[in-house]
């Protein structure tokens, strides 16, 4: 495909800047039918901004990480859940790189702006080989987005011969699994995260990919056909960055609309300003600086991984585990930024009405992410620290 045609970083920004008023209109419909309206997925597939990450090969524009972290960022400013789901369906391309060839053609060959959810959890499936390829069973929660998408990648133990199963992700296409409508939930509702089923379904080899082939340094099979560094990265330990990319919209987007309402605000009971209490000016500083340190951390975590990259080498574990625990920390400080807010919202911000009440939920939810545990990924950044092996396999 001609350069020409392939749209650069900054287009796809301002296409997603495009987008802010049009996803904001429906997030309230979005919350209401627990999914993404079939008009946000519609406009978001023709502005391809899920695309940020896809090879150039097939039209992607392969960018530097840094690029799904500021749309992400914007979409989620408009959505929460729509950003939830773009995250999704730009990371899930961008591991579509790493896929033999054949694969990422039979899937991207036909549809280029195919959206694609997908469960990285190997233990909620199992994969049986067969001549050509697999037999693929088994139940995954937390499908975001797979409302509308085109392909689910499902992970699953697969066996390995006399050895023991290895991790290993497939790509299954929506005629193949079963949508099982589940999500009722605290928060993130408008995401439709449902299960999805899949029953002993045939998997061709060319679309499974065992995740020890996305560790990084140019070895995975889609680096013969797709020379940029985005397929070089060490994928499973980029991976906190994508989440705590929707928690920093959405904290940015509580801060903004708590500033817009706190200049003007005044208490019931004294009629006093909101803006002269000092203990509300304490937060909001705390809160601005939580939401600012959040995005140089994000950022910093792409240069980090993207230089490594670049040399088409393998990141040493160390690297691995602070990109990890830095884009973590970067999730924590935004959902903090939001919990500051929602403490000096009163009783205001306890009505659905008030955009603050299902930040506070979004958030919370946010945090439940296994890539938003601070507990989670700093100890094993610790670990790595101490002369101790990683205590994740997958990054």
């Not at 602070?322 to 935004?334: F, H, P, W």
Request: net charge neutral.
């Amino acid at each position: 495909m001609s350069s020409k045609t392939i749209p650069t970083r900054d287009t796809l920004l301002s296409r997603a800047q495009d987008l802010f008023d049009t996803v904001r209109a429906r997030s309230l419909e979005t919350e209401e039918a627990r999914r993404l309206s079939i008009e946000t997925m519609a406009a978001m597939r023709a502005a391809g901004i899920h695309r940020i990450l896809q090879p150039g090969r097939h039209g992607g524009t392969a960018a530097h990480f840094s690029g799904m972290v500021d749309i992400v960022d914007t979409i989620s400013q408009a959505c929460c859940a729509a950003g939830w789901c773009l995250t999704q369906y730009c990371s899930h391309n961008c591991l579509l790189g790493y896929w033999p060839p054949e694969g990422q053609d039979e899937i991207w060959g036909p549809m280029p702006d195919a959206l694609v959810a997908g469960v990285l959890i190997p233990g909620c499936g199992k994969a049986r080989k067969v001549n050509g390829g697999w037999r693929l069973s088994g139940q995954w929660p937390f499908a975001s987005g797979v409302f509308g998408a085109d392909w689910f990648i499902a992970a699953a133990f697969a066996e390995n011969g006399d050895g023991p199963p290895i991790a290993q992700m497939h790509a299954v296409p929506f005629a193949d699994y079963t949508i099982l409508d589940t999500w009722q939930s605290a928060g993130l509702r408008g995401t439709g995260s449902t299960d999805v089923a899949i029953k002993d379904v045939f998997v061709p080899a060319a679309r499974a990919l065992p995740i020890n082939d996305t560790k990084g340094g140019g070895d995975a099979p889609g680096c013969a056909i797709n020379p940029e560094a985005t397929y070089k990265l060490p994928a499973f330990a980029m991976f906190s960055i994508n989440q705590s990319a929707v928690a920093l919209g959405l904290a940015q987007a509580t801060f903004d609309a708590y500033i817009k309402q706190g200049r003007t605000r005044v208490t019931r009971m004294s009629g006093k300003s909101i803006a002269d209490y000092s203990t509300v000016q304490a937060k909001v500083g705390e809160a601005h600086t939580a939401v600012e340190m959040a995005r140089l951390l994000l950022h910093n975590c792409c240069d980090l991984g993207m230089a490594v990259a670049e040399k088409s080498e393998v990141a040493p574990m160390e690297l691995k585990t602070e990109l990890r625990a830095k884009a973590c920390m970067a999730g924590v400080l935004s959902a903090e930024a939001v919990d500051l807010l929602f403490q000096v919202s009163g009783g205001a911000g306890l009505y659905d009405r008030n955009p603050i009440s299902r930040a506070i939920r979004d958030a919370n939810c946010i945090r439940g992410h296994i890539t938003q545990n601070l507990d989670v990924n700093a100890s094993n950044h610790g670990r790595v620290l101490l002369g101790l092996p990683s205590a994740d396999l997958a990054i």
